[in-house]
T-cell receptor, first 111, second 114 residues
Framework: KAGVTQTPRYLIKTRGQQVTLSCSPI?????VSWYQQTPGQGLQFLFE???????NKGNFPGRFSGRQFSNSRSEMNVSTLELGDSALYLC??????????FGSGTRLTVV | EDKVVQSPLSLVVHEGDTVTLNCSYEVTNFRSLLWYKQEKKAPTFLFMLTSSGIEKKSGRLSSILDKKELFSILNITATQTGDSAVYLC??????????????FGKGTHLIIQP
């Protein structure tokens, strides 16, 4: 069974640009959640999607948005990038709430 | 505001020692508590706990949840250098809609010295 796939693995963007990250969940999983990990703040919840609907959102500015497609693949978008957005972005998929399986993440560097 | 606190934040022990990692939480509508091990990038799943007092075991690792006192512990016996990692505790909230994402603690950075 394939795991959670995140693309791209690495990204370098300049301030003010926008970026789109992709997450393909485990086949059959309908829930995808996104997290930002930084050395100072640790892992912080961004948002969670189930069947194309956002069910929960963390405490992040509106520049962070996401969506989920009918095949459960999800994307997150960050607009007007700031230096502080540099982080490892992780997504996780889950089914029937039996744990969350994480992808390897996208390392975003904003310069 | 939901809160998950792990202690200690870092721990250095010698190979063969037993360690206990702590996780306390203050959340509304608790659903489950999960432990993960993170070595490089992707956190890998260790345990999911939903009921108090029932110990879960996997090899040298075990964990238990106390829903009355709002904490969990993760024990690792006969530690090995391969156990060196950041151990993350996370709590899942039940908002009535199902899986709603995880609130994480800062993690315990465990270093096992040979």
């Amino acid at each position: 069974k394939a795991g959670v796939t995140q693309t791209p693995r690495y990204l370098i963007k300049t301030r003010g640009q926008q970026v789109t990250l992709s997450c393909s969940p485990i086949s059959g999983h309908r829930s995808v959640s996104w997290y930002q990990q930084t050395p100072g703040q640790g892992l912080q919840f961004l948002f969670e999607y189930f069947s194309e609907t956002q069910r929960n959102k963390g405490n992040f500015p509106g520049r962070f948005s996401g969506r989920q497609f009918s095949n459960s693949r999800s994307e997150m978008n960050v607009s007007t990038l700031e230096l502080g957005d540099s982080a490892l972005y992780l997504c996780a998929s889950s089914s029937n709430h039996y744990g969350y399986t994480f992808g390897s993440g996208t390392r975003l560097t904003v310069v | 505001e939901d809160k998950v606190v792990q202690s200690p934040l870092s721990l250095v022990v010698h190979e063969g020692d037993t360690v206990t990692l702590n996780c306390s939480y203050e959340v509304t509508n608790f659903r489950s508590l999960l432990w993960y091990k993170q070595e490089k990038k992707a956190p890998t799943f260790l345990f999911m706990l939903t009921s108090s007092g029932i110990e879960k075991k996997s090899g040298r690792l075990s964990s238990i949840l106390d829903k009355k006192e709002l904490f969990s512990i993760l024990n690792i016996t006969a530690t090995q250098t391969g156990d060196s990692a950041v151990y993350l505790c996370a709590v899942e909230i039940n908002s009535g809609g199902g899986a709603d994402g995880l609130t994480f603690g800062k993690g315990t950075h465990l270093i096992i010295q040979p």
